[in-house]
């Protein structure tokens, strides 16, 4: 009698079965919209995702600069009346990358700045990822559940130059049209980076190559580590 009790789930005694469900690892997706591998942009998203890997989520990275894709084509099949599952109809390498950002529990973007912006592959992959879940009727997001969400953006910039430059606004726009699909939103500001392995090598006169090497064994260490923290906090269900 106590066995057919806890064997309601396929045979598993349910005790288990719901002990399972709990600690069910949660994944969390990086993308990388940085064209450099194992630069600013794609360190600080390792170390985002081996914060999360150390609270238990499941981890992957995706370098968009690797994929083929164009941003959104104004195709408006994802506004038709008839579709239940606000899906992207456009077919190319972004297709399974969107459908895994779907099934995914959180979500961590990385990009430089590029003129004031983030990169064009990240700026297509925003038009694809957002607007399908943009509603055009009173509700703001057909996405369906809140997950945690991050960005992570490097730049040149020095931080005390970043009022002038107006950068802020950008980062909370982006904010703004993430929460609203998605729920949850934050973002890490990673400024005065360190951008050629020889700066003698380059005609660079407004940054100083040995400033900026000293501040990446110092400062971006800090940064790593605040983006390792960021990782955790994504892990986490409660509200960043
Ligand atoms: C095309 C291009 C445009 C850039 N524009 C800016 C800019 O407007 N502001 C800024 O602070 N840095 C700018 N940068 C510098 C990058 O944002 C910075 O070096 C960044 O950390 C590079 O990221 P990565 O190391 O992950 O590639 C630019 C770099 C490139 C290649």
Not at 83 to 109: F, G, Q, S, W, Y
């Amino acid at each position: 009698m106590q066995v057919q009790v806890l064997s309601a789930v396929g045979g598993e005694p349910r005790r288990r079965y719901l002990r399972k469900e709990k600690y069910k690892s949660m994944k969390i997706i990086a993308i990388n919209g940085s064209p450099r591998k194992n630069w600013n942009t794609h360190i600080l998203l390792e170390k985002c995702l081996d914060g999360a890997k150390e609270a238990g989520a499941e981890t992957e990275l995706i370098h968009l600069y690797d994929l083929n894709f164009k941003g959104c084509t104004s195709c408006f099949v994802c506004k038709l009346k008839d579709v239940t599952v606000e899906k992207c109809a456009m077919n190319d390498e972004l297709k399974p990358v969107l459908e895994k950002i779907r099934a995914c529990d959180a979500l961590v973007l990385g990009s430089p700045v590029y003129f004031g912006d983030v990169t064009g592959e990240m700026r297509s992959f925003l038009e694809r990822l957002l607007f399908p879940y943009s509603s055009y009727e009173l509700k703001p997001s057909s996405f369906g559940k809140t997950i945690n969400t991050a960005f992570i953006y490097t730049m040149n910039a020095p931080k005390f130059a970043l009022p002038f430059v107006n950068y802020n606004l950008i980062f909370k726009k982006n904010r703004k049209n993430i929460t609203r699909i998605f729920g949850n939103s934050t973002y890490q500001v990673v400024t005065s980076t360190y951008q050629f392995d020889d700066y003698n090598k380059y005609a660079i006169s407004v940054f100083n190559g040995e400033k900026r090497l000293k501040r990446r064994e110092t400062v971006f260490k800090k940064d790593c580590r605040k983006a390792f923290l960021l990782g955790k906090k994504l892990y986490n269900i409660i509200r960043l």
